[in-house]
């Protein structure tokens, strides 16, 4: 399974962005898929999670302000960012657990990353 992030960029503080994650391959089903971020010089971190049942969770940090949706017929998961702010600055990265059978008889889960993408809010 491979993930690709789209849609960073740089904005001034109070501005969006819209991130785009959309998961290619064979013989997958995505489960839960997440966004997480790297900030400079810090950890990552989780941002927001979402189920395949459209069940979403986020960080205390973006809540009211970071949307997560996905559309599970495009294997595609979305991030919609308002009112950024500078401490928003990191690459930000997609993330997917997958069930992958190739057989019906053979399948098993695994964890995915995208490449990420850069995010730049200024002040």
């Known amino acids: 399974v491979q993930l690709e992030e789209s849609g960073g960029g740089s904005v001034q503080s109070g501005g969006s962005l819209r991130l785009t994650c959309v998961a290619s391959?064979?013989?997958?089903?995505?489960?839960?898929m997440a966004w997480y971020r790297q900030p400079p010089g810090k950890e990552r971190e989780l941002v927001a999670s979402i189920t395949s049942d459209g069940a979403a969770n986020y960080a205390d940090s973006v809540k009211g302000r970071l949307t997560v949706s996905r559309d599970s017929a495009r294997n595609t998961m979305y991030l919609q960012m308002n009112s950024l702010k500078p401490e928003d600055t990191a690459i930000y990265y997609c993330y997917a657990r997958a069930t992958i059978a190739p057989v019906v008889e053979r399948q098993w889960e695994a964890d995915f990353w995208g490449q990420g993408t850069q995010v730049t809010v200024s002040s």
């Open positions: 391959g064979r013989a997958f089903t995505i489960k839960n």
